[in-house]
Nanobody, 119 residues
């Protein structure tokens, strides 16, 4: 059974940084893709960044590109989201997700970690 456990959220002042971690268990990394999403109150869940263990590629989407980066440690089965220059509008619950590389839908989700950015 696959489990994803996020950590690293918290309260930070605008302009600060946080590093989120997502530890995966029960996942076949070599055939998996992992990602970070966020959801702010009253808004839809937003895809932020993707790490494809299948080919090692990473992708950061436009809304946070230049401020957020994604990387991973295969030995620890962990994906990280480094968030710099945080803004109050980055306040949200951040979720880790995983799927088989060939699938469209995200099969597995973590419980989420709250990030609050104060102005």
């Amino acid at each position: 059974q696959v489990h994803l456990v996020e950590s690293g959220g918290g309260l930070v002042q605008a302009g600060g940084s946080l590093r989120l971690s997502c530890a995966a268990s029960g996942l076949s990394l070599s055939s998996s893709v992992m990602a970070w999403f966020r959801q702010a109150p009253g808004k839809e869940r937003e895809l932020l960044a993707v790490k494809a263990w299948t080919d090692g590629s990473t992708h950061v989407l436009g809304s946070v590109r230049g401020r957020f980066t994604i990387d991973g440690d295969s030995a620890e089965s962990t994906v990280y989201l480094q968030m710099n220059s945080l803004k109050p509008e980055d306040t949200a619950v951040y979720y880790c997700a995983a799927k088989s590389g060939v699938k469209h839908d995200w099969d597995y989700w973590g419980q989420g970690t709250q990030v609050t950015v104060s102005s």
